[in-house]
């Protein structure tokens, strides 16, 4: 019994394999063998009626010399532009980097102004201050002279030079002036008169 049953087992693999075998036949018959049937068939009228199979396999396919020539052509156009547009950037970038260098020498220019500015603020300060001090130092002069007796200030003012005379007695009052006068010589007094009058 268990001989029949190994027997039985084998027979059925046997029929199962021929069932498989028989279905690839049958497709390899009823399929591609037709198919490489037709397709010689196509290729031999095709070469008796003179026409290039690869030649139209390429026309239908939309791979043309044309084609590939504008391909070509396009490709050098967009490397021209490439190129160009290369160019123009380096152009901008020699242009920002020329208005940079301007930049930077306006704010050095810049700075040193405003140094110079610092500076001359500085010196009116000073100037200031020391007109200050000379106006100060002047009316001292001036409050001076008119707390001096006439007497000992007329000798004063003739040793002076005639400009600082002159500043001098223009500050007096017109009384202390005309007592200064009275203790000069004439010709002092008409002197000092003559130049407060120009």
Known sequence: MAKRNKSNKSIEQNSNETKSISKIKMFFYLFIIPFLFALLLILVIAQIAN????????????????????????????????????AEIQEKEAQIDKVQTELDNSATEKEALLIEQERLLDEIATLTRDQES?????????????????????????????????RILTSLKPDTVASIYEKMTPEDAAKYTELMTK
């Open 51 to 86: 026409i290039n199979v690869f030649e139209k396999a390429k026309e239908l396919a939309g791979f043309t010399e044309e084609q590939v020539f504008t391909e070509d052509k396009k490709t050098d156009v967009l490397e021209e532009r490439v190129v160009s547009l290369q």
């Open 134 to 166: 000379a106006k100060r130092d002047y009316a001292e002069i001036v409050s001076t002279f008119e707390k001096m007796s006439a007497k000992t200030a007329a000798p004063v003012i003739t040793k002076m030079s005639d400009a600082e005379a002159l």
